[in-house]
Structures are given as C-alpha cells and as structure tokens.
C-alpha cells in the first residue's frame, strides 16, 4: 500500500514526512488524556478515581463504581468552543473558530446490597455494583488555517525530491488515470507541471525559488471526530476497605481530515504555473477492544488510595482517502484532477496505562484528589495482514517516549451544595522535541440531594504546538506555531432510583 501524508501535526505534534500509517496515526488514537465526561468529574481536573461515586470513574479506576449505595443514572451534556490561533513564520495570524454541542456520557450503575433482616451487612462483601454505559473519550476537532507571503520555498521542492529515483514513466499518466483518476499524488504533480526531469532520474520544482517576491502560501487543515466507549463494569466492596473493580470497553472511532495547501507563484516567473490547490481527503472508521482494572483502600474514613491499569486497546481500522489538484497554468489553463478511492485497513495497539490515585475526605466539608497515570508511547504498535510496519514501528520506538499526565482536585460542600476546581497538565509524548505543552484548568458546583443531584463543570484546554508544511533537506523548514483553545462547558443530571 502506498499512500503519502506531508508532514500533518496531529494534536499539534511535529510530524515530518510519513509513508503510509505511521506512529502519527498511532499517537492520535493513543493520546486521549479524559478529564471525566460528567461535570463532577471535569470540575476535578478528572482527579476522580480515588474518589469514586461517580460514573465516569470507570475511565479511571472502575474500583470506584463500588462506593455506589444506591441505583443511579446519569446523563451529560456539552457545548465546546475552540479557537485555533496560528502565525505561518513570515505571516499574519490565522484565526479559526468551532462550536459543538456533544452528549458526553450516558450511564446506569445498578446496586446489590447485601442485607440481613433487612439491614445492609457490615462484613465480608458488603455490596457488588454493575455499570453499563456510553462515554466519549476523545475529540478530534480542531480547524487550523495559516498563511504568508514571500516565500522562498514550495511543497513542490518535497514532491520533487519524493519522487527521486523514480524513471519518468512512472510518473506518466495512463488512459485509464486520464479517465478515472490518478493512482498516486505525484502523477498529478508531473501531469501538471508542477515537477519537471533533471535527467538521470532526478527532478525539480518548477518556479524560481530566487524570484525577489517569493511565493503566497496558504493552508487549512480542517479535523473531525472522536472516540466513543461502551462498557461494562462490575464493582466490588469488602467490608468499605478495599474496593475491587473491572470493566471491559468497545471502543468506537470516527475521524475525518480535510488537508489543504495552496501556493500562488510569482508573478514575475512566466511559463509555468500560476497558482495551484493541493488537498487530502480522509475518513478513517473502526472499533477497539481494552479493559481497565483497579482497586482502592479505604485504611480510614478520610483516606483513600488506588491503582489502576488500563490494558492496550486494539483498534480494528479503516482508512478511506484520495487527494485533489487543481491547478491554474500561466497561461490559464486550468487542470483539475484527483486520484482514485482508496481504501486501507490496519490495526492500532495503543499503550497500556498505570496509575496511582489518592484522595483526603474532611468529613463532610470537602475534599482534595491527585492521580498521576504513566503512559509509555513507544510501545504503540501498527500492524496489518500485508505486515508493512517493522520499520514505522522501529521508528515508534525512537521517537516517542514514556510520560505522565497529573491530575489535581478539589471539593468543598456548603449544605447541599458543593464547589470544586481541578487542574490537569499531559505529558508529552515525543522524545525528540519540547514543543508540545498542554494544560487544562476547570471548575464547577453542583447541587446534590437525597435522590437527585445537578452539575455544572468547566474546563479551559490550552495547547500550544508546532506545525511542518513540508520539510525538505538543504531548505529551511516552514514553520507554523499555533496556540489551540477549548472551553468545555458540561451539564450532567443525576437520579437515583
């Protein structure tokens, strides 16, 4: 299989050249740090596993459904409002909004008491809980545009030095590409004139790269989608010590990418192209299996202290794609072209996840939460029945490394009602670089009853991250620096039956 992504920085990663799946798509589908998908939960910064109560402890440390006394069901909605800020090196600011509307999480946790003579036990297993729900674990939106002038480089330097080594007739388009679609991007390219032969198999970028005004570039990168869980949990409790707790989860992925790069040439440079437009199209689906296991100590009445681990989770993947050029010549011809569907499908291992949580409960004035979960992204895996990935998987390997992500909250009860803040800072994945920070602070109350309670969370997501159009060696690498915001605002409603 051959398909070619230039250098898209996915959670505002660097990605250079990447042939075919690579730990790009490993790492979009692995770093999924989850802040809770109740309000509760986000209002703690996610610092909930220790705490448990609250059905979205179950993508924490599923130990925590156990403190469930009674039946319950939840429900949560959002709204989530991104604003992506980028400056093209040589540019002006590029800014890019989105709103969404979300449903986060549907849950019901069903409580078996054991009793005697009509009072609830007080030794041995004291009650056994059973969850089965809906969380949306990861979002993938995000829209990205940027633009400058005077360029001194051009995405048609990568292409020709991509197709090096390649002889001419590789390169030709056939009568069937003419009529139903090119097989690959750089027939498009040498159809349009946009590389031309050196000789001796090697080619060039046709525009003058010395023109005194340079070349207007311009892109946008337009990301939707995300990641649902279904699960099933069961939950145990010993004697209100030690909690027990297990969930297996289906994992479901819908992602889509729209990649554009647009390029006009100088207009002192003639007989060659006057502007072109160069987009990739992809829609990737799939379903995962993992499981979480977790357990938590209650040694006091006000301390609390867990562990968890999260199994890797195997993405069964299909990607669908093609690529479109259109292309206006100097002379105003205009070719407009695209290659034909095609149609991937591979597998995604993503790494398991240790974590440790600790909570202090001052009675019934509130509370203050910590987790901390290590996270190893080398060990992410690629694989396929054509098995094409011993090399992207030694690369995995050497460019991404174990992290940490750190979670914080707090909680302080006034009668019935309760406020809360949290913090949450995600360690970054790559090994080679530091330009990735991610933080998240949040916020939220609540008011809670015998036999209902309502929440209101949220939560401020702060990214700031780098972009490549395209790298080529000898030629200074185009930079596209990018500060990514979203404010989560979250309702959840919360009956117990």
Do not use: C
């Amino acid at each position: 299989m051959r398909k070619i992504w230039i250098l898209v920085a996915f959670f505002g990663l660097i990605v250079t050249q990447v042939e075919g799946q690579s730990g790009v798509d490993a790492l979009r589908y692995s770093l999924t740090p989850n802040n809770g998908t109740t309000a509760r939960s986000l209002g703690l910064g996610g610092a909930i596993g220790a705490i448990g109560a609250d059905q979205s402890v179950v993508l924490s440390n599923p130990a925590g459904l156990a403190q469930f006394r009674t039946n319950s069901f939840n429900f949560s909605l959002s709204t989530n409002s991104l604003k992506n800020r980028s400056i093209f090196e040589g540019g002006n600011e590029n800014v890019n909004n989105q709103f969404l509307m979300q449903i986060p999480s549907v849950n019901v946790v069903w409580t078996n008491r054991k009793m005697i003579k009509g009072n609830p036990v007080k030794t041995g297993w004291v009650n056994t809980n059973f969850q089965i729900g809906y969380n949306r674990v990861a979002d993938y939106n995000r829209n990205m545009s940027f633009s400058r002038n005077g360029s001194q480089s051009s995405l048609t330097d990568y292409v020709a030095d991509y197709v090096g080594g390649l002889d001419p007739s590789e390169l030709e388009a056939n009568t069937e590409q003419l009529d139903r679609g090119f097989y690959f991007f750089e027939n498009m390219f040498w159809h349009t004139y946009l590389i031309d032969s050196l000789g001796d198999r090697n080619y060039y970028a046709n525009y003058d790269p010395e023109a005194p005004d340079g070349n207007t570039q311009n892109g946008q990168i337009l990301r939707e989608g995300g990641k649902g869980e279904y699960h099933a949990a069961f939950a145990a409790n010993y004697e209100h010590k030690v909690y027990f707790g297990a969930s297996i989860n289906v994992n479901q992925v819908n992602y889509t990418e729209k990649n554009s790069f647009a390029e006009e040439d100088n207009a002192i440079t003639q007989n060659n192209w006057s502007s072109y437009r160069f987009t990739r199209n992809l829609e990737t689906r799939g379903f995962g299996f993992g499981g979480r296991l977790g357990v938590v100590f209650r040694p006091n009445d006000n301390l609390r202290l867990g562990g968890t681990l999260h199994t890797p989770t195997v993405l069964n993947l299909t990607d669908e794609y093609f690529d479109e050029l259109y292309v206006i010549q100097d002379d105003r011809f205009i070719d407009d072209h695209r290659t034909i569907d095609k149609e991937y499908s591979y597998t995604v291992t993503t790494p398991a996840r240790y974590g440790l949580q600790g909570a202090y409960i001052f009675g019934k004035k509130g509370l203050i939460s910590a987790e901390i979960e290590a996270i190893d992204y080398s060990t992410m895996n690629i694989q396929s029945d054509d098995d094409l990935f011993e090399d992207v998987n030694a690369e995995i390997a050497n460019q991404y490394r174990n992290t940490a992500n750190v979670k914080i909250g707090g909680e302080y009860v006034i009668n019935a009602f309760r406020l809360r803040a949290g913090f949450t800072s995600i360690g970054n994945p790559m090994a080679n670089t530091e330009d990735y920070n991610r933080n998240i602070i949040s916020g939220g109350f609540g008011i809670q009853e015998r036999n209902w309670a309502f929440d209101i969370g949220i939560s401020r997501d702060m990214t700031s991250d780098v972009h490549i159009p395209y790298d080529v060696q000898g030629i200074e690498r185009p930079v596209v620096n990018s500060d990514f915001a979203g404010t989560r605002l979250m309702l959840t409603l919360t009956s117990k039956f």
